[in-house]
């Protein structure tokens, strides 16, 4: 088997990976980072610098409409009707669950909320299982449509968007 085979488009699942290490970077490096807790265990030690994604959807409610255009509005209904697993621990063992929505939690911070598990999931969830995981089409859907609603997002965001386009890798 050779080191990096996958089912799924490579192109696609490399400008997958590319766009949301750039975005995370942009969100930090626009100010979107979580602040430390003062009462932290451990205070000799900096705290890590984690991207603040709740802030982040917070500061597009009101302006991030799904229906905006037919990609974005196909993007979010397939998020929002067919979210990404997650992986849980069942009975001492891994096993795959449909995120539960809280009735409160409006449709950006879901949806932003889903890209990240679609990321969580190819990184280190265990997309890698072909006998669990063999609806390559679901998981192709769930890439292009993460990636129409952070480009989006970033229409939205001029200073993430501006950070963004200065980020190399």
């Not at 974005?72 to 891994?94: F, H, M, R, T």
């Not at 409160?104 to 890209?115: G, S």
Request: a neutral charge; glycine letters at 2%.
């Amino acid at each position: 088997m050779p080191l990096c085979e996958t089912r799924a488009d490579r192109e696609l699942l490399l400008t997958f990976f590319l766009t949301f290490a750039r975005f995370e970077y942009a969100l930090k490096a626009s100010g979107l980072f979580k602040r430390p807790n003062r009462h932290r265990n451990d205070v000799s030690r900096p705290p890590e610098a984690h991207p603040d994604w709740d802030t982040f959807a917070v500061s597009l409610r009101g302006l991030f409409r799904t229906d905006k255009t037919e990609s974005l509005k196909s993007a979010c209904e397939y998020i929002l009707d067919c979210p990404p697993w997650k992986q849980v621990i069942i009975n001492d063992g891994i096993a795959w669950e449909t995120p539960v929505r809280p009735q409160q939690e409006w449709d950006i911070k879901f949806i932003l909320r889903m890209v990240r598990c679609v990321r969580n999931n190819l990184f280190h969830g265990g997309k890698y299982n072909f006998d669990v995981h063999e609806d390559t089409a679901r998981t192709e859907r769930l890439l292009s449509s993460s990636l129409t609603v952070l480009k989006e997002c970033l229409d939205l965001a001029p200073a993430v968007k501006r950070e963004f386009d200065d980020a190399t890798i």
